[in-house]
């Protein structure tokens, strides 16, 4: 089969590299991919926002399959204009990407089908946010409607910053994404992600994971995308994954087909596990990223089998299969990410192939001749598996020790919850 692979960061790479092992793959293309992703596909020119320009490289190249890595294109209807130009593709439609593409959306879902979550309102006008949110009091969670790139959200421990974050939203700090703004009640717990694929009528589990969002060591410092990841996550045992499929996650599959809108492709509840059992916080729609760098070094499954049985309506007839080993990824990032900082830097030390248990996954990096420069804000995803997590912790970091790059960090602690974890078991 010939696969166009839409996207450039960590996430796409591991995708790439996973779909690369696939028997049945013939050709693999990538708009816009990244250095590493040019080591296992032919990187093309191609505006993804442009869908007709992409319906056009379909035909012309023959593509039978076309996976969408990130949420944007899916939002903005990829699928949908794909389908419609008989171009078979994983991922939601635009309609049921709503589910990460509005916050309400997915709070009137929460509600329809009775899926615990954290109690909210929503409001188009920061005068009734404001009385709203001086009604509840601090701590309280704000969170712009729209995508915003994962800035949208604020946890505001005092009534000032949750005043703060209203008028920003509504001053257009988010733009659009922060028309409407969801109030919501702040849930305590652990924080866990689970990845569900689903064909929409079917949701087949795949893997649990935790992240690091924080920049800096002891989960401290500014918010990012994500700094590392590992998988498993302990936190959620077998017991609270039939759980969390019962109470959120077949609801939320049964409530969408009903509505005449199906879910296929990856579901991504975040969740809080408090002493009330699992809350879904939020959903995505896509891989994790750096969640899918883990995934994909534990999946022994052909992966591009199990995309195409979300797509074709046969997960019925699916398993995924898991190494039981621990995964564990390492973001390394250009200096001054999440802030300003620079691009162009030269990253020595990458030769060394991947290999089952050790790899290094490209997010923001281009080629220019015989060097590999750093091309964005989280640059580098350095992955291994362990027997524990401590263990495919210590291999990553000793990767990072071959990578020669003084104008990037990363945080010296990924997994450190799992690791105290597994001392005290
Ligand atoms: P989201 O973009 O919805 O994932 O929110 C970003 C982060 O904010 C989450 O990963 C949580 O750490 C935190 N968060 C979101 N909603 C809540 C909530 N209701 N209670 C506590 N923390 C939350
Ligand atoms: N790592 C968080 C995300 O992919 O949204």
């Not at 020119?45 to 076309?66: E, Y």
């Not at 421990?157 to 509504?170: G, H, Q, W, Y």
């Not at 999440?338 to 030269?346: I, L, N, V």
Request: aromatic share 6%; hydrophobic share 45%; net charge negative.
């Amino acid at each position: 089969m010939k696969l166009l692979l839409i996207g450039s960061g960590g996430r796409e790479h591991a995708l790439a590299w996973a779909l690369a092992k696939s028997p049945k793959l013939t050709k693999l293309y990538a708009a816009p991919g990244n250095a590493g992703i040019a080591e296992v596909a032919e990187l093309c020119n191609l505006d993804t926002a442009d869908h007709q320009a992409v319906v056009g490289f379909c035909r012309d190249h023959d593509i039978d399959f076309v996976v969408v890595g990130p949420e944007a294109p899916l939002v903005a209807g990829l699928v949908d204009d794909l389908e419609a130009a008989s171009l078979k593709a994983f991922g939601p439609s635009k309609a049921a990407a709503q589910l990460e593409g509005s916050k309400a959306f997915t709070k009137g879902v929460c509600d329809e089908a009775d899926i615990p979550t954290a109690g909210y309102g929503r409001f188009d006008t920061a005068e009734d946010a404001l009385a709203y949110v001086r009604e509840q009091g601090a701590p309280i969670v704000v969170k712009a409607d729209g995508l915003a790139a994962g800035k949208g959200v604020v946890v505001a421990m005092t009534l000032r910053e949750a005043e703060d974050a209203v008028t920003a939203c509504f001053e257009g700090s988010f733009g659009e994404a922060g028309a409407e703004v969801v109030i919501e009640e702040f849930l305590d717990g652990e924080e866990a992600s689970f990845f569900v694929l689903s064909d929409g009528t079917n949701a087949l589990p795949l893997a649990t994971a935790q992240d690091h969002k924080r920049a800096f060591d002891g989960d401290e410092g500014p918010n990012t995308g994500g700094m590392g990841a590992y998988s498993p996550a302990p936190v959620l045992t077998d017991a609270l994954i039939a759980e969390v499929m019962r109470t959120i996650i077949e609801p939320t599959i049964a409530t969408l087909a009903k509505r005449g809108t199906p879910f296929k492709g990856v579901l991504y509840a975040g969740l809080m596990i408090g002493e009330n059992g699992p809350k879904l916080i939020e959903y995505n729609t896509r891989f994790g990223d750096p969640e899918c760098q883990v995934m994909m070094m534990r999946l022994k499954s052909d992966l591009l089998e199990l995309l195409l049985a979300s797509a074709e309506g046969r997960l019925d007839q699916t398993t995924a299969d898991w190494r039981d080993e621990a995964a564990l990824t390492v973001v390394m990032a250009a200096k001054g990410y999440p802030g300003s900082y620079d691009k162009g830097t030269e990253i020595r030390g990458l030769e060394t192939a991947a290999t089952d248990d050790v790899a290094v996954f490209h997010a923001g990096t281009k080629r220019d001749g015989a060097q590999i420069l750093a091309n964005g804000g989280r640059v580098l995803n350095v992955t291994a598996v362990g027997a524990t997590v401590r263990e495919a912790q210590q291999r990553a970091y000793e990767r990072i020790r071959g990578i020669d790059w003084p104008e990037g960090f990363c945080r010296s602690d990924i997994g450190w919850r799992a690791i105290a974890r597994e001392s005290e078991g």
